[in-house]
């Protein structure tokens, strides 16, 4: 073969390939939309997938609300190690961290003695002998055993919470075969979400941080957010135009609406919370997202039975 056939050959060979490897491009173009095989749509998860599908530990995944209870107790378990005295939070300052260690108690009421005094709440853990202590540690990661246990035991209670749903949710489902792999690895149904696990209830004790007037509007700014988010598609918008919305809603003074809206993400972290907040930005460029499936009808109840409380 001469070299003038031998280039045609290679030329009709690449053409050849070229076409059988666009044909089925060719195709699709000629096709309707309706035609083409779509994959299966799927909602995010509100949680992040990293956070949801992270490595396998030791220990099952727990609700963001109960990382951020456990996160709390351990800096309560921390503060008193260091200063071996009674710790007290003033409550205009620390609403939400007096929330919390109602919660704490609601779990376990051995844990705390807890004192009310006029402006402010007074703590002491039970239990933590002072002249047992070692000498304080600081930026340390593993506390005394004494402190440490008392976090596993209400990790364990917490533990079991989240497990009894998630049996009841395999129930529903017909997926009961699921909880030996459950057990085994440390995980939940992938279609079981954590975020709809109950709130703890916090333990009743004879105060009242926040007035009538306060908690009906924070009850006004959930309906509302709630009211915003369904009518539109996607389930995160800028800051400052939820918050121009809602004082368009609502009579209250911007800066109180601000606080209103932070304690609502502290107090229900797995309902609202703003996705981008780094030190470096600038608020207008914040964006806040909606847990949707947190909106039904019984997260809405209970979301208004725990701000009855407060």
Known sequence: MNS??????????????KEESTRHLSEILGMKYTQIKQPPYQTINFRSLRQRFGL????????????????TMRTIEITYWKKQKPITYEF???????????????????????KIAEK???????????????SFKPFV???????????TRVRNILDKLVQTVHENYLHIINQQDFKEQSIKFKIYHPTFDLNLVPDILPLQVPLQIYTEEEKVQLQQIIENTIQYFNKRAV???????LINYLLSKIEMNKDKM????????EIQPDFLQITNQKK???????IIQINKQSTVENQIHQLKNLFLLI
Request: positive net charge.
């Open 280 to 286: 470096e930005q600038l608020r207008v460029k914040w």
């Open 92 to 114: 205009k300052t620390n609403a939400f961290r007096i929330l919390q260690i109602r919660q704490l108690l609601k779990l376990d009421i051995e844990l705390y003695q807890i």
């Open 56 to 71: 396998i530990q030791d220990k099952f995944p727990l609700p963001l609300k109960f990382e951020q209870l456990l996160k």
């Open 4 to 17: 003038n056939k031998l280039i045609k050959t290679q030329q009709n060979n690449q053409s050849q390939g």
């Open 141 to 151: 990661h593993q506390l005394p055993s004494v402190f440490e246990s008392r976090i």
């Open 235 to 241: 389930s995160f918008m800028f800051y400052h135009n």
């Open 120 to 134: 402010s709440v007074q703590i002491v853990p039970k239990d933590v002998l002072i002249q047992n202590l070692p």
């Open 258 to 265: 601000v606080k209103q809206i932070h304690f609502l993400m």
